[in-house]
């Protein structure tokens, strides 16, 4: 059974700081995607990775893939208080399977002032 | 990416009751899911509607408790059945375009649920 894994699973900084959220994975996969989630809000898809070695940035956010290691990392650069959510990742369940993602145990980041 | 809805976006319903939820999307989509978020937690996935034959559930869930429609490509329902306070939760309708080998999948606004 696939599991996926979030560490940390609270993370509060301070703006301007740097900060990684990880996410393993116990199975392979060569798929991932990251979402946010504000509170009392739906989930919206931030990176989509599709291979080894994959590197998305946006903004202060870059995420980046490790197939091999079975991780992904989401790294936020000078962090604002407007970065401040829930980040989960999920994983496609097994390779060639069909669009079924297991998601991970989020992280909840709290930017402060 | 395609525009999805939910209604209703919440309801308090009373134990052994049934809530249907519905989900409409702005195109055809191939791929509907439906998920289930808990008070805090992350995402489960409940089953994944299809379109012209019964629904996919996904291990703990079962068709008599949580029955989906799927009458067409942009349309699906979900029936919360003979509700507990258990299951109180969010539940949310997904969809996958499955373009350029993707599976990622775009997400409905919610349906936050509370039984008393």
């Known amino acids: 059974e696939l599991k996926v894994e979030q560490n940390p699973l609270f993370l509060s900084m301070q703006e301007g700081k740097n900060y990684t959220i990880y996410c393993n994975y116990s199975?392979?996969?060569?798929?991932l995607y990251w979402y946010r989630q504000d509170p009392g809000k739906s989930l919206e898809s931030l990176f989509v990775?599709?291979?080894?070695?994959a590197v998305k940035q946006e903004g202060r956010l870059m995420a980046s893939l490790d197939t091999k290691a079975r991780l992904s990392t989401l790294h936020i650069t000078a962090a604002v208080h407007d970065l401040s959510a829930t980040y989960f990742c999920?994983?496609?369940?097994?390779?060639?399977?069909?669009?079924?993602?297991?998601f991970g145990t989020g992280t909840l980041l709290a930017v402060q002032p | 990416s395609a525009v999805i809805s939910q209604k209703p976006s919440r309801d308090i319903c009373q134990r052994g009751t049934s809530l249907t939820i519905q989900c409409q999307v702005d195109?055809?989509?191939?791929?509907m899911f439906w998920y289930r978020q808990q008070p805090g937690q992350s995402l489960t996935l409940i089953a994944t509607?299809?379109?012209?034959?019964?629904?996919?559930?996904e291990s703990g869930f079962v068709i008599d408790k949580f029955p989906i429609s799927r009458p067409n490509l942009t349309f699906s329902t979900l029936t919360v059945s003979n509700m507990s306070p258990e299951d109180s939760s969010i539940y949310l309708c997904?969809?996958?375009?499955?373009?350029?080998?993707?599976?990622?999948?775009?997400f409905g606004p919610g349906t936050r649920l509370t039984v008393l």
């Open positions: 997904s969809v996958g375009t499955g373009l350029a080998g993707s599976n990622e999948q775009f």
């Open positions: 199975t392979t996969s060569d798929r």
């Open positions: 990775l599709l291979s080894n070695g």
């Open positions: 999920a994983v496609d369940r097994a390779r060639g399977a069909t669009n079924k993602l297991i």
């Open positions: 195109s055809q989509v191939t791929m």
């Open positions: 509607a299809n379109q012209g034959s019964e629904a996919t559930y």
